[in-house]
């Protein structure tokens, strides 16, 4: 009985660390050990995203739409600038950015590993403003860009042969080390349900969302101090009967409100407010000498 716990503490250690690669978060430099790579990531949204658009109603409103794909190619571009030149080149091969606004009247938007992204027509009254969609997308991309999903999908994927040990230990250790191609990463998302537009992060992923999004609104040259009174009125939104999305497993309102004023100084060393040229004007007096 002994040697069958050991052997069974052996194989969850397995499961722990073996298979996978550590991946860094830019700017916040939290390392997390991923289960899945990037290709079969890749291969699991663009699935589920096709899926996705096939049941969704594009906006029929032209002006929003522009909007949207105009704001999310400013923070794509920033964002991809960034990568290039702080060491993470070969994350941007991973992004074929693409924007749609979905004729949809919740508080919502999500982004899928890619950077395939889609807002809710009901999010843009709170949002009022390209500053304020700014601020959502870029949290929404910084999910991407910390690859969030694929450390949500790796941990669900450890529980689910966690749960699978028992007589047959050592071949599902054997699986979890060979488990290597995107076939079984996707067979294992449909057994445990895993969906990139439903799915809720942690709160350490969330946190580091606001940070991480805050940074990017500024590199694309929108305030971040805006943010401040865009989660102001999100907070009073979900408050009513209907609560966003964009709060799930989040810490509250204020720990929120808080963490962000807390991040707003290292934010602001990204932003370079615009500059606005003003031309004095002259006039010209006719002076008439007299004869």
């Known amino acids: 009985m002994k040697a069958i716990r050991t052997l069974l503490v ?4 397995v499961l722990a660390t073996a298979c996978g690669t550590t991946n860094t978060v830019p700017i916040t430099g939290r390392k997390t050990r991923l ?36 704001v999310g190619q400013k923070l794509a571009s920033a964002v991809e600038n960034f990568l290039m030149n702080n060491g993470y080149a070969q994350e941007v091969q991973n992004f074929q950015w693409e924007f749609n606004l979905v004729n949809k009247n919740e508080v919502n ?11 809710y027509e009901g999010l843009l009254p709170i949002t009022q403003d390209e500053t304020g969609l700014a601020i959502v997308l870029g949290h929404e991309i910084a999910h991407a860009v910390a690859k969030h999903s694929a450390e949500q999908l790796s941990k669900q994927t450890r529980q689910q042969y966690a749960a699978q040990i028992g007589g047959s230990v050592l071949t599902q250790v054997a ?7 995107a076939a079984s990463i996707i067979d294992m998302a449909a057994q445990i349900g ?5 799915l809720k992060y942690s709160r350490d992923n969330e946190t580091e969302a606001d940070r991480l999004g805050l940074i990017f609104a500024a590199m694309a040259g929108y305030d971040p101090q805006l943010a401040i009174p865009f989660w102001q009125r999100m907070a009073q939104q979900s408050g009513g009967s209907t609560r966003s999305e964009l709060f799930s497993d989040h810490p509250s309102d204020e720990k929120r409100l808080a963490e962000l004023q807390k991040r707003m100084p290292e934010a602001l060393k990204y932003y370079t407010p615009p500059t606005t040229t003003t031309t004095k004007a002259t006039t010209t007096k006719k002076v008439t000498k007299k004869k």
């Open 35 to 70: 289960l899945v790579d990037d290709a079969q990531i890749l291969s699991l949204s663009s699935q589920q995203y096709q899926e996705y658009m096939q049941g969704a109603t594009l906006s029929t409103n032209q002006t929003n739409t522009a909007m949207v794909k105009r």
């Open 194 to 198: 895993f969906n990139f537009a439903n």
């Open 10 to 13: 052996g194989a969850l250690a």
């Open 109 to 119: 938007a999500f982004c899928m590993p890619g950077g395939k992204i889609v807002v």
């Open 175 to 181: 699986q979890a080390k060979g488990y290597g191609n």
